[in-house]
């Protein structure tokens, strides 16, 4: 059982950053491959970025590609995400998830169904 806490979510000007933290418990944080979801107002919870168990691979939604940059810290049992060239479109409630071995498959890391844990989410507000 892995459990999962975001932080550093806010209020945030348009073209602002933010750095979102995700700690899970356990001590097997590093054999987990780890997403960000995010959830905007009235509409479906989608894929933001993944990185598998090692941080050997990443990946990115389209719409954030060159603005936001997932990082994992095994020692700390943390996964980051750097979110830069904040716009309004990105005001959502932001969610980490934690995959168990094995890792990613194709495309999977994009599947909500492909992750076994879930954390509360973090709200990040983006005011133009």
């Known amino acids: 059982q892995v459990q999962l806490v975001e932080s550093g979510g806010g209020l945030v000007q348009a073209g602002g950053s933010l750095r979102l933290s995700c700690a899970a418990s356990g001590r097997t944080f590093s054999t987990y491959a780890m997403g960000w979801f995010r959830q905007a107002p009235e509409k479906e919870r989608e894929f933001v970025a993944a990185i598998t168990w090692g941080g050997g691979s990443t990946y990115y939604a389209d719409s954030v590609k060159g603005q936001f940059t997932i990082s994992r810290d095994n020692a700390k049992n943390t996964v980051y995400l750097q979110m830069n060239s904040l716009k309004p479109e990105d005001t959502a409630v932001y969610y980490c998830?934690?995959?168990?071995?094995?890792?990613?498959?194709?495309?999977?890391?994009?599947?909500?169904?492909?992750?076994?844990?879930w954390g509360q989410g973090t709200q990040v507000t983006v005011s133009s």
């Open positions: 998830a934690a995959r168990e071995l094995p890792d990613f498959s194709g495309n999977e890391y994009r599947t909500e169904a492909s992750y076994d844990y």
